[in-house]
C-alpha cells in the first residue's frame, strides 16, 4: 500500500557531498513526519535528521551544520543535503515517514535503505 524508495547513495571521498531523496507512494492521506536515519556496521540505527510537514526540522549533533533536511509536500518526498562528509558518515541511510492510510491512524514506515561510503 505504501512505499518509501530511496535514492542518491554511493560513495564520495572525504569532504564530498551527496543528496539524498526519499518519495513516499500509494493510497496516502497525509505525511506527518519524514526523516532519515542511519545504521553502520555492528551498531544501532541512529537518528539523522527530522522535518515535519509545517517544516520544523531536527538534527542529529553529529551531522548539524553539515546536513541539511527539506520537504516537498506535495511530491510527498523528503530530501537529505549531506555536505563536508566524513568516513564515520558511512552507513545504510534508511529513510522513515509517518503516514496515514486511508483516513487510519498514521504509523510508521520504512525505506529499503541506501549505502553511503564515504573513503578515499
Known amino acids: 500500500q505504501v512505499q518509501l524508495v530511496e535514492s542518491g547513495g554511493g560513495l564520495v571521498q572525504p569532504g564530498g557531498s551527496l543528496r539524498l531523496s526519499c518519495a513516499a507512494s500509494g493510497t496516502i492521506t497525509s505525511v506527518n513526519v519524514m526523516g532519515w536515519y542511519r545504521q553502520a556496521p555492528g551498531k544501532q540505527r541512529e537518528l539523522v535528521a527530522t522535518a515535519t510537514s509545517g517544516g520544523r526540522t531536527n538534527y542529529a549533533d553529529s551531522v548539524k551544520g553539515r546536513f541539511t533536511i527539506s520537504r516537498d509536500n506535495a511530491k510527498k518526498t523528503v530530501y537529505l543535503q549531506m555536505n563536508s562528509l566524513k568516513p564515520e558518515d558511512t552507513a545504510v541511510y534508511y529513510c522513515?515517514?509517518?503516514?496515514?492510510?486511508?483516513?487510519?491512524?498514521?504509523?510508521?514506515?520504512w525505506g529499503q535503505g541506501t549505502q553511503v561510503t564515504v573513503s578515499s
Open positions: 522513515n515517514a509517518d503516514i496515514s492510510v486511508s483516513w487510519r491512524a498514521p504509523r510508521g514506515y
